[in-house]
C-alpha cells in the first residue's frame, strides 16, 4: 500500500532532490520526459525540463516518479507556469513511498480506446439490495445435476436442522416482503442474527474473516436508524432479546439466502426446549455454506433469469493507465456504477492501431465525488507478449531488467 511521507521526511527529499540533481520522470503521450530542479524548492518547484512537453497546460496535476535509493517515490504536482524549457509547479502535498503499482502512470496516449465489460452474470431483482457485496462462483464446487433438485436439498436440510434444533423456517423475499426487525435488519445487512442464548443477549463480536453477524452495536446502530434515541437503546435492546425468551425461544438464529447483492430470503431456526444444547457458531457457518448452495439451486433451476442484464460493453473516462493497471471513472448516476465493486472483474479491451489487447481486471479501489464514481483496476491474466507491447506503446520504450525493478 503506498504510504505518504511525513512533513519532516518530505522537506529532505525535496531538499535531496536539489543537491544530488536526482532526475524526476514524468510520462506523456508515449514520451518519457526528464526534469531536474533549477533552484532549492521552497514556496514551489522550478523544473528544467529536457524538451518541450506538448500540449501541457498550467493548473494540470501531473503524475510524477524519482527513484531514492534504489526504491521509486512518487507525487502529484499542479502545473503553475510553463516557459519553453522550465516548468513551475506547485510543492505537493505528499509523496508516497511504497507504492502498490508495479509501474508509473501516465495519462491515457491519443491513440488508444479502453472498453470494459463485466466478468461474470449480473442482475436487476425485486430482491432487498445490499451496498456491499462479495460474489462467490460456486460452479467450480458442484456439478449442476447434484444440487439442481431443489426438493431434495430442502428436505436434507430439514432433516440435519431438526437433529439440534426445535424447528426451522424457510422464507424467500419473492410475495413477501421484509416487515418484522429480524428480517428488516437482515435486509439491510445481509449478516445474520445469532442469540446462542436468551438469557444473555447479542454477540459482542464476530468471530468470522468477513463480518457475518449482527453484534450489539451493530444492533444498536439499526435501531437508532429507525428513529430510537440513544439513551434508550440499552432499553429496547434488552426487550428484543426478553421478548424471545418470553415467548419460550431459548435459542435463536435467522441466516440471509445472499444471491450477488440481493438478499432474497432467509433461514430461520430456534430451540424452545430445555436441555438442548443451544445453536453455535459451527452451526451458523454451515447454515451460512448450506445457503449459499440454496441460492445456487435456485439459479441453476432459472429461478432468477427473468433479472438477468445483458453483458454490453460500457466505456469509462481513463484517467490514466499503467503497464499494470488503470484508473477511469463513470458517472455515479448510472445503474453500472453501483455494480462496480472492489473485488469486482472486468473485461478490458485495449485497443491501439497496431494491436488490440483483452484482458481481464480486478476493481482493488474505489472512491468518488458528486458526479463520477472512480475506479482503479489491476490487469489480471495477461499474456506476456501483450504486458510487453503495452508496456512500449505507453512509455514509447521496449521493457527492460531495469524498468521492471524501478517502475
Not at 194 to 211: A, C, H, N, V
Not at 312 to 339: C, H, K, Q, T, W
Not at 386 to 405: A, C, N, Q, R, V
Request: glycine share 4%.
Amino acid at each position: 500500500m503506498a504510504t505518504p511521507v511525513k512533513n519532516i521526511e518530505k522537506e529532505f527529499l525535496l531538499k535531496t532532490l536539489f543537491d544530488e540533481e536526482i532526475p524526476v520522470s514524468y510520462y506523456k503521450d508515449r514520451v518519457e520526459y526528464v526534469l531536474k530542479l533549477k533552484n532549492p524548492a521552497r514556496e514551489d518547484m522550478i523544473f528544467e525540463v529536457n524538451q518541450p512537453i506538448e500540449k501541457l497546460k498550467t493548473k494540470e496535476r501531473i503524475d510524477l516518479t524519482f527513484e531514492y535509493r534504489g526504491k521509486p517515490v512518487a507525487f502529484i504536482a499542479e502545473v503553475v507556469k510553463i516557459k519553453e524549457l522550465e516548468i513551475t509547479c506547485a510543492i505537493p502535498d505528499y509523496f508516497y513511498k511504497d507504492l502498490d503499482r508495479s509501474y508509473s502512470r501516465v495519462s491515457v496516449p491519443a491513440q488508444m480506446q479502453v472498453n470494459f465489460t463485466f466478468l461474470g452474470e449480473r442482475y436487476a431483482l425485486s430482491f432487498p439490495k445490499l451496498p456491499e457485496y462479495n460474489t462467490e462462483d460456486l460452479s467450480h464446487i458442484f456439478q449442476e445435476d447434484d444440487i439442481k433438485n431443489l426438493s431434495g436439498l430442502i428436505v436434507q436440510m430439514s432433516t440435519w436442522i431438526k437433529t439440534f434444533a426445535s424447528n426451522y423456517r424457510l422464507v424467500i423475499f419473492k410475495d413477501v416482503k421484509p416487515s418484522t426487525t429480524e428480517e428488516r435488519i437482515i435486509a439491510e445487512t445481509g449478516m445474520a442474527i445469532f442469540l446462542p442464548s436468551t438469557r444473555g443477549g447479542f454477540p459482542q463480536s464476530d468471530p468470522f474473516p468477513r463480518k457475518q453477524i449482527i453484534t450489539e452495536d451493530v444492533f444498536k446502530r439499526y435501531l437508532e436508524s429507525t428513529g430510537i434515541g440513544v439513551a434508550f437503546l440499552d432499553n429496547a435492546c434488552a426487550r428484543f432479546v426478553k421478548a424471545k425468551a418470553d415467548s419460550g425461544i431459548l435459542s435463536d438464529a435467522w441466516i440471509p439466502i445472499l444471491f450477488h447483492e440481493y438478499v432474497i430470503g432467509y433461514v430461520h431456526i430456534w430451540i424452545d426446549v430445555e436441555n438442548k444444547p443451544p445453536i453455535n457458531y459451527e452451526i451458523i457457518n454451515t447454515l451460512f455454506q448450506l445457503t449459499k448452495v440454496l441460492a445456487y439451486s435456485l439459479k441453476i433451476n432459472g429461478y432468477f433469469e427473468n433479472g438477468k442484464l445483458k453483458n454490453d460493453p460500457f466505456e469509462g473516462r481513463v484517467i490514466d493507465i499503467s503497464a499494470s493497471g488503470l484508473l477511469f471513472a463513470y458517472p455515479v448516476s448510472s445503474g453500472i456504477s453501483s455494480a462496480l465493486k472492489p473485488d469486482s472483474k472486468l473485461t478490458v479491451k485495449i485497443t491501439t492501431p497496431e494491436r488490440s489487447i483483452t484482458t481481464e481486471a480486478i476493481i482493488v479501489r474505489r472512491f468518488k465525488d458528486k458526479t463520477a464514481g472512480y475506479y482503479g483496476c489491476r490487469f489480471d491474466k495477461m499474456e506476456a507478449e501483450d504486458h510487453d507491447y503495452l508496456f512500449e506503446f505507453i512509455y514509447g520504450k521496449p521493457l527492460t531488467d531495469t524498468d521492471s525493478y524501478f517502475l
